[in-house]
């Protein structure tokens, strides 16, 4: 059995204990009562941003019929990903994290918890941060003629993966080709055509 929606709509874990798996309905949290996080006053002091608290929207956002990937990568766009945020695995032991692919791989990992899900990412670990890698889509634009500088006009799309932490934003590059080669190779693949 999953978690009532309401308990994730209408919740906050500043104050309901989203750890306690057995923890399903609203009436339940009611009969509890209020479960204070327990780094209620350290977060208070420090006023950093927190990871609990973007892992249980990303959750919502599922909940009403988002997917957990798609909310990860528009969480990039947050114009505080740079920032320092408080983080728990496990609602006693806190710590701050700082750097964009460790804060998705966070939130990623509080909403997996508040959904009930197991707490395997959907995305590859970067082996330098331990955050999570992205793919970005881009272009690379094809020149044909090594001597012109202006380009055929032609693109490829392709997609890369990349740590948003320890990598650069993937960008298109420029391509020189030459079209007789392009065809020489594609013949290669396909083999020598058969007379008819
Ligand atoms: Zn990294």
Known sequence: MGREARLIIEGSPCNVNYFDRNLLTVKQAVEQGLVYCQNRRA???????????????????????STLKKEIYEFLDVPFIDEKFWDSENGWEFLQIKGKALALRAVERFANTVLLNDNKSAFPIC????????EERVLDSIHEDPESLSGSGKTRERFEQYCPTCDPKPRGKIINEDPAKEIAEEMKIFGPREKE
Do not use: Q
């Open 43 to 65: 977060c208070e002091e420090s006023k950093t941003f927190c990871t609990l608290k973007y892992g249980l929207e990303v959750a919502k956002y599922v909940i009403k019929g």
């Open 127 to 134: 082996e330098k941060c331990s955050g999570i890698e992205l």
